[in-house]
């Protein structure tokens, strides 16, 4: 197992980081001649997920296994 599925993501520093390594990576794909615009798309409704996963832990949400199997952030945050 890597280590993101051992420990899941929590703190919403750790979201944000995410979040923002999606948008980098949607933003250089921008950039080719020919991006790939469903990648792009999914990149930044994931960094979107991951963004507001981070504010609402920041103001008191936690985050609960049940919930968040319902989300396809947790699923990629697994690796599935």
Sequence with gaps: ???????????????????EGDLGVAEREMRYQEPAYRT?????????EKFLKGYLIAQGW???EKDARHCPAYWIMRGL
């Excluded at 197992?1 to 979040?19: C, F, S």
């Excluded at 792009?40 to 979107?48: E, G, T």
């Design 40 to 48: 792009i798309c999914f990149l930044c409704q994931s960094a979107a």
């Design 1 to 19: 197992m890597n280590d993101r599925t051992e420990h899941p993501v929590k703190t919403p520093g750790e979201w944000l980081r995410y979040a």
């Design 62 to 64: 936690t985050l609960d």
